[in-house]
T-cell receptor, first 112, second 112 residues
Framework: GESVGLHLPTLSVQEGDNSIINCAYS??????FIWYKQESGKGPQFIID?????DKRQGQRVTVLLNKTVKHLSLQIAATQPGDSAVYFCADKNTGFQKLVFGTGTRLLVSP | DAGVIQSPRHEVTEMGQEVTLRCKPISGHNSLFWYRQTMMRGLELLIY????????DSGMPEDRFSAKMPNASFSTLKIQPSEPRDSAVYFC??????????FGDGTRLSIL
């Protein structure tokens, strides 16, 4: 029979648009959050991280927003490019533990 | 700057055979992580080491799996005997204290 795998949510955008990828976490004790990008055939690549004492952090073309009240994390990519097409994972952890808990990922498709 | 290096990149073998996956972490990093990625279960942490000492192996699926880190620059993940359900992409990651984990490009393992 047909195998059932994880359903990856997909976000399709046009080149030049801004992209927003969302993530919910469940552990209210988490105090460190991180986003990774995974291209086909490669390992996850670090994009940006944020600690719980901040609610916003900016990098090059990327911004991470943290809302601890509702346990929500988002990644904003400005002026999305075809090279941004990948699967994006959020992960969180608690101080004192080294284990990152990864989300299931969101596939970003950027069309020219 | 060499990243995390994994070998082999691809491995195809018959069930029952022993499989050894290798990882060279980034020089100076003191923590090393082994992950498994499948469509069904996503990215799962198998085991991690701090200063070459295994800290948490609760993610290791069963006794057929073992991992070692004989020195700061080398780790192995061994499966003996291998089974078809072990087919997955296995990632190694390393980090320095309070820094993000950096991933290798993985070993794609197929057990026939």
């Amino acid at each position: 029979g047909e195998s059932v795998g994880l359903h990856l949510p997909t976000l399709s955008v046009q080149e030049g648009d801004n992209s927003i990828i969302n993530c919910a976490y469940s552990n209210s004790a988490s105090d460190y959050f991180i986003w990774y990008k995974q291209e086909s055939g490669k390992g996850p690549q670090f994009i940006i991280d944020i600690r719980s004492n901040m609610d916003k952090r900016q990098g090059q073309r990327v911004t991470v927003l943290l809302n601890k009240t509702v346990k929500h994390l988002s990644l904003q990519i400005a002026a999305t490019q075809p090279g941004d097409s990948a699967v994006y994972f959020c992960a969180d952890k608690n101080t004192g533990f080294q284990k990152l808990v990864f989300g299931t990922g969101t596939r970003l498709l950027v069309s020219p | 700057d060499a990243g995390v290096i994994q070998s082999p990149r691809h491995e195809v073998t018959e069930m029952g055979q022993e499989v050894t996956l290798r990882c060279k972490p980034i020089s100076g990093h003191n923590s090393l992580f082994w992950y498994r990625q499948t469509m069904m279960r996503g990215l799962e942490l198998l085991i991690y080491f701090n200063n070459n000492v295994p800290i948490d192996d609760s993610g290791m699926p069963e006794d057929r799996f073992s991992a070692k880190m004989p020195n700061a620059s080398f780790s192995t993940l061994k499966i003996q005997p291998s089974e078809p359900r072990d087919s997955a992409v296995y990632f190694c990651a390393s980090r320095d204290s309070n820094q993000p984990q950096h991933f290798g490009d993985g070993t794609r393992l197929s057990i026939l």
